[in-house]
């Protein structure tokens, strides 16, 4: 695979990965304002976008665990960021709503 190859592959994490976090965050305001059913709903909707992130994160450990050489640029380290970080902002979002539900 070439960095190119990956680096497209680093740049659909990082809108999957982009998506989730818009929507995390927006499912937190809807909580605020006791909007659960909205809440519930852009959570649905992140997880459906961080399972896209995933496949096409697998699909980079997929090619390396072939032998097949990847080459790993900034763009993909990038995109390892941001998907990591917006995990970790989904499991605290989620502690947050639930204190918002009680």
């Known amino acids: 695979m070439t960095k190119e190859e990956a680096s497209m592959i680093g740049f659909e994490i990082v809108a999957y990965s982009g998506d989730a976090r818009s929507k995390l965050l927006l499912?937190?305001?809807n909580a605020k304002t006791g909007n659960?059913?909205?809440c519930d709903q852009l959570i649905e909707e992140a997880n459906a976008c961080?399972?896209?992130a995933h496949k096409s994160q697998t699909e980079l450990l997929q090619q390396e665990a072939?032998?097949?050489q990847v080459?790993?640029?900034f763009i993909t380290v990038h995109?390892?960021?941001h998907l990591m970080t917006t995990?970790?902002?989904k499991d605290i979002i989620s502690t947050l709503i639930?204190?918002?539900k009680k």
């Open 36 to 38: 659960f059913d909205k």
């Open 71 to 73: 080459e790993v640029g």
């Open 27 to 29: 499912a937190v305001e």
């Open 79 to 81: 995109a390892q960021d």
């Open 98 to 100: 639930d204190v918002y």
């Open 50 to 52: 961080l399972v896209d």
């Open 87 to 89: 995990l970790l902002l």
């Open 66 to 68: 072939r032998g097949n």
